[in-house]
């Protein structure tokens, strides 16, 4: 299928998101959409499939002028958009999110149970997805509820996947999968937009980039003839220096001790311990018990037995106000469900946290309020209309920030961050970078979970690997690798 969409214009109230953007899709190629969070990649495909009406443009698919009225008639035209934030049903099985609306049906209406349950296994395995499908969404992680979108749009015979960040709550072996499928729908004619802010996958997966950069077309490139600091110029308009920015940070005195942490059947005898200044890398398959292991420090869930201790003395922790007071911040991975109040403003958003400090016997200071949040924009330039601006209303990235802003904010002692620059574009990335090395050479003891080893390897001083809730390895930073890290987190010794 060809995709032709040019002089793309859409606008909500006085902002204007696309100026005269543009963008192809020829058959059978995988095309790369990339650009800063908020440059209008997610709003032109929701134009293509019917989420949004454009205000002026064409768009045409084969060479005939189409206007999809909804997501359905895209689908049924044999476009299928995965979006970044998943579009799930928590309380269903894995087997009834994939047949919502496409029941295999007998005589009389009557759904065939036998059959979905075939279709649904057999797409799983294609998959290489090792999920029951019988299991409730709600059980599942992040990463293993992106697989099942996935699966979902495999469900349909598209002819055109939009995947918008599909492998930003992946682990390796789920992104080389879905690499693995990918690859193998392209040899069948069909036509992937992938929509990354990892550049590796780009030059590994992609034929094409387009750039869209402020709701504008900059331009379209083969990926044999540009390298990732052109994507980037492109992009943000100019260089962006080092990847990872050095830090220079004298490590301090333990701040954080954990010894013996356990959650029977989640994670056993966990002990490790950071210090100020450092920055301790968190790695691991998926599943292997990192966000819980992070979720029973901050009280989010109860652990059986085991003791934290803080500057040396212990601490009770059995929710998260105790572990605030304590100093902890925990920026979780799921900023959806966990660390916004979607519905609220970036104001609403950063008071919750730091109530007392906006406050004066109990009395809310807005200035005192809006001097915080400003900081918090500034500091992380977050792309907003001001402090009141809905969080629902922000790019997924931008979302991120308020939620950095927000823990930052606290002063914490102690900062969990829990997969920081998911769905984050490069220049983003270098901010929060920035702020994590700026917060460590203020005396602050980081622990950052991530599943982008480059990541981990980049910003870490030392790098504890995960392996069936059980701590494999703790290497230092400067002697660790992919190889090693890898080995250990699949059951291998060093």
Same mark, same amino acid.
């Given at each position: 299928?060809?995709?032709?969409?040019?002089?793309?214009?859409?606008?909500?109230?006085?902002?204007?998101?696309?100026?005269?953007?543009?963008?192809?899709? *020829?058959?059978?190629?995988?095309?790369?959409?990339?650009?800063?969070?908020?440059?209008?990649?997610?709003?032109?495909?929701?134009?293509?499939?019917?989420?949004?009406?454009?205000?002026? @443009?064409?768009?045409?698919?084969?060479?005939?002028?189409?206007?999809?009225?909804?997501?359905?008639?895209?689908?049924?035209?044999?476009? %299928?958009?995965? /979006?970044?934030?998943?579009?799930?049903? $928590?309380?269903?099985?894995?087997?009834?999110?994939?047949?919502?609306?496409?029941?295999?049906?007998? *005589?009389?209406?009557?759904?065939?149970?036998?059959?979905?349950?075939?279709?649904?296994?057999?797409?799983?395995?294609?998959?290489?997805?090792?999920?029951?499908?019988?299991?409730?969404?709600?059980?599942?992680?992040?990463?293993?509820?992106?697989?099942?979108?996935?699966?979902?749009?495999?469900?349909?015979?598209?002819?055109?996947?939009?995947?918008?960040?599909?492998?930003?709550?992946?682990?390796?072996?789920?992104?080389?999968?879905?690499?693995?499928?990918?690859?193998?729908?392209?040899?069948? @004619?069909?036509?992937? %937009?992938?929509?990354?802010?990892?550049?590796?996958?780009? $030059?590994?997966?992609?034929?094409?980039?387009?750039?869209?950069?402020?709701?504008?077309?900059?331009? +379209?490139?083969?990926?044999?003839?540009?390298?990732?600091?052109?994507?980037?110029?492109?992009?943000?308009?100019?260089?962006? @220096?080092?990847?990872?920015?050095?830090?220079?940070?004298?490590?301090?005195?333990?701040?954080?001790? %954990?010894?013996?942490?356990?959650? !029977?059947?989640? $994670?056993?005898?966990?002990?490790?311990?950071?210090?100020?200044? !450092?920055?301790?890398?968190?790695?691991?398959?998926?599943?292997?018990?990192?966000?819980?292991?992070?979720?029973?420090?901050?009280?989010?869930?109860?652990?059986?037995?085991?003791?934290? /201790?803080?500057?040396?003395?212990?601490? +009770?922790?059995?929710?998260?106000?105790?572990?605030?007071?304590?100093?902890?911040?925990?920026?979780?991975?799921?900023?959806?469900?966990?660390?916004?109040?979607?519905?609220?403003?970036?104001?609403?958003?950063?008071?919750?946290?730091?109530?007392?400090?906006?406050?004066?016997? @109990?009395?809310?200071?807005?200035?005192?309020?809006?001097?915080?949040?400003?900081?918090?924009?500034?500091?992380?330039?977050?792309?907003?209309?001001?402090?009141?601006?809905?969080?629902?209303?922000?790019?997924?990235?931008?979302?991120? *920030?308020?939620?950095?802003?927000?823990?930052?904010?606290?002063?914490?002692?102690?900062?969990?961050?829990?997969?920081?620059?998911?769905?984050?574009?490069?220049?983003?990335?270098? !901010?929060? /970078?920035?702020?994590?090395? *700026?917060?460590?050479?203020?005396?602050?003891?980081?622990?950052? %979970?991530?599943?982008?080893?480059?990541?981990?390897?980049? #910003?870490?001083?030392?790098? #504890?690997?995960?392996?069936?809730?059980?701590?494999?390895?703790?290497?230092?930073?400067?002697?660790?690798?992919?190889?090693?890290?890898?080995?250990?987190?699949?059951?291998?010794?060093?």
């Amino acid at each position: 299928m060809n995709i032709e969409m040019t002089g793309i214009n859409k606008s909500f109230g006085a902002n204007q998101v696309l100026k005269d953007a543009a963008f192809t899709l *020829k058959d059978g190629e995988v095309h790369a959409l990339m650009g800063e969070n908020g440059a209008g990649k997610s709003t032109l495909m929701k134009i293509l499939t019917g989420v949004y009406t454009k205000d002026s @443009g064409t768009v045409k698919v084969d060479g005939k002028e189409v206007n999809f009225k909804s997501p359905q008639e895209a689908e049924k035209a044999g476009i %299928v958009f995965i /979006y970044q934030e998943l579009n799930v049903l $928590f309380d269903l099985t894995v087997e009834e999110n994939l047949f919502m609306g496409k029941e295999i049906t007998k *005589k009389f209406g009557i759904c065939d149970k036998k059959a979905m349950h075939a279709k649904a296994q057999e797409v799983m395995d294609k998959m290489g997805v090792q999920i029951p499908i019988e299991a409730v969404m709600s059980d599942l992680s992040v990463g293993q509820q992106q697989m099942v979108e996935i699966c979902k749009a495999l469900m349909v015979d598209a002819k055109v996947i939009i995947m918008d960040e599909p492998t930003a709550a992946l682990t390796e072996r789920e992104t080389e999968s879905l690499f693995r499928v990918m690859r193998a729908l392209q040899k069948k @004619g069909v036509s992937i %937009v992938y929509i990354s802010h990892r550049m590796e996958e780009i $030059f590994v997966l992609c034929d094409r980039i387009t750039i869209l950069r402020d709701g504008s077309y900059i331009g +379209t490139e083969h990926v044999n003839d540009i390298d990732m600091d052109g994507i980037v110029k492109m992009m943000i308009g100019r260089e962006i @220096g080092e990847r990872y920015p050095k830090r220079d940070v004298k490590i301090g005195d333990e701040v954080l001790r %954990v010894e013996g942490l356990t959650k !029977e059947k989640v $994670f056993h005898d966990v002990s490790f311990d950071v210090r100020a200044g !450092e920055v301790l890398g968190v790695a691991g398959l998926m599943g292997a018990g990192r966000t819980e292991i992070m979720e029973a420090i901050f009280g989010s869930i109860s652990k059986n037995h085991g003791q934290i /201790y803080i500057d040396g003395k212990q601490v +009770t922790i059995k929710n998260p106000r105790q572990a605030i007071a304590a100093g902890i911040g925990f920026i979780t991975e799921d900023r959806k469900t966990e660390g916004l109040l979607l519905e609220k403003s970036i104001a609403e958003n950063i008071e919750i946290a730091n109530l007392k400090s906006v406050s004066k016997h @109990g009395v809310l200071s807005r200035k005192k309020q809006e001097e915080l949040v400003q900081q918090g924009i500034e500091e992380f330039k977050i792309k907003c209309f001001g402090p009141w601006h809905e969080c629902n209303n922000l790019s997924g990235g931008n979302q991120q *920030k308020v939620v950095l802003a927000k823990w930052i904010a606290t002063n914490p002692k102690i900062l969990i961050l829990d997969e920081p620059t998911r769905g984050v574009d490069i220049g983003a990335k270098k !901010e929060i /970078y920035n702020v994590i090395n *700026k917060m460590a050479a203020q005396g602050v003891a980081v622990i950052m %979970v991530s599943s982008e080893l480059p990541e981990v390897l980049g #910003m870490s001083d030392r790098i #504890m690997v995960v392996r069936e809730g059980e701590v494999r390895g703790i290497l230092d930073g400067k002697d660790a690798d992919q190889e090693k890290i890898m080995t250990l987190a699949t059951g291998g010794t060093l």
